[in-house]
């Protein structure tokens, strides 16, 4: 696999709470639902994605964004408008002053707002994020990210738009897949323009050198790879690798077989109850007296601890 099918493992739209919001000025919604990870989208109209630190994104007609959280922002009509709503977990809409509101503004399924007139339907959905894996994905991205309406539509989005307030067989799972190719093809729409300041990992990939030597990584970490074998495995001399692989990826390639080994192993400690010396081996290290001193080195605690904070 490359490494961004790797990195998106642990992003999934598991039941998620995706539905559109009907809204017209003035209007102000606070998310505070808590997600990793977020998709949003203009149907009709215009919004503005506001952060509380960070500089306030305008979305037109058919643009996609992805926010990453789990910090509350809103969504308005203009950047300095006060929220009125608050959206939680669930799509449960509360007043700002707490009283719950869902079944009043409840207009048909996976629809919320006060009339079906509004100028304004912005489209929504969450991701969970369950992978250590992943935060080398989420590292990479903006607060907000946007893709303009010319980038980001597609067979996709339409079939999400009229999915949406539909009711019929199936109907979560058909969104749930929806959104999840929804994601990836954002997120590489995102990562050929030119602002988005590609990470390494992503850029390598059409790298003659850099490229395979990263796949066959991601591809079998148990390995014991050495600078000579990975070398070998692409078809060059080591300095060739050393220097192709640093200059793409941003590191040298044992420090990313290091890092990569590590977040595979703190998945399986926080999703398994296999032993340390299982998980060992899987990773690719001899023992789980080599894996402890390696993670500790990386995450700064013994693999035991971490997998007691992961569980509590």
Not at 263 to 280: G, V, Y
């Amino acid at each position: 696999m490359d490494p961004l099918a790797d990195l998106l493992d642990g992003v999934r739209a598991r039941t998620a709470a995706f539905c559109q919001a009907v809204l017209d000025p003035p209007w102000g919604l606070r998310i505070a639902d808590g997600a990793a990870l977020a998709f949003a989208t203009v149907l009709q109209g215009e919004a503005w994605v506001v952060p509380d630190d960070g500089e306030p994104v305008h979305m037109d007609r058919g643009d996609v964004a992805i926010v990453k959280g789990p910090a509350p922002y809103t969504v308005a009509h203009e950047p300095g408008a006060v929220p009125d709503l608050v959206v939680h977990a669930d799509n449960r809409l509360t007043t700002t002053d707490g009283a719950d509101v869902t079944d009043m503004l409840r207009l048909g399924p996976r629809t919320a707002g006060r009339s079906m007139d509004g100028s304004a339907i912005v489209a929504s959905g969450t991701y969970q994020v369950t992978s250590e894996v992943t935060g080398k994905l989420l590292d990479a991205l903006p607060t907000v990210l946007l893709v303009p309406a010319a980038e980001a539509q597609g067979p996709v989005m339409e079939l999400l738009a009229a999915e949406v307030g539909r009711d019929g067989p199936g109907q979560q799972v058909v969104l749930d897949r929806l959104l999840d190719i929804a994601l990836v093809a954002t997120l590489r729409a995102w990562f050929e323009r030119s602002e988005a300041r590609t990470p390494g990992w992503y850029g390598a990939h059409s790298d003659p050198v850099a490229g395979p030597a990263l796949r066959l990584l991601h591809d079998d970490p148990a390995h014991p790879w050495t600078v000579a074998t990975l070398a070998a495995k692409v078809g060059c001399s080591r300095a060739a690798l050393a220097r192709r692989f640093a200059g793409s990826v941003g590191e040298p390639p044992m420090s990313y077989l290091t890092g990569w080994r590590i977040a595979l192993a703190a998945d399986l400690l926080r999703s398994s109850d296999r032993t340390l010396e299982s998980i060992a081996h899987q990773v690719g290290y001899a023992n789980a007296f080599a894996l402890s001193v390696a993670f500790k080195r990386v995450r700064g605690l013994s693999p035991t601890h971490f997998r007691t904070r992961a569980l509590d």
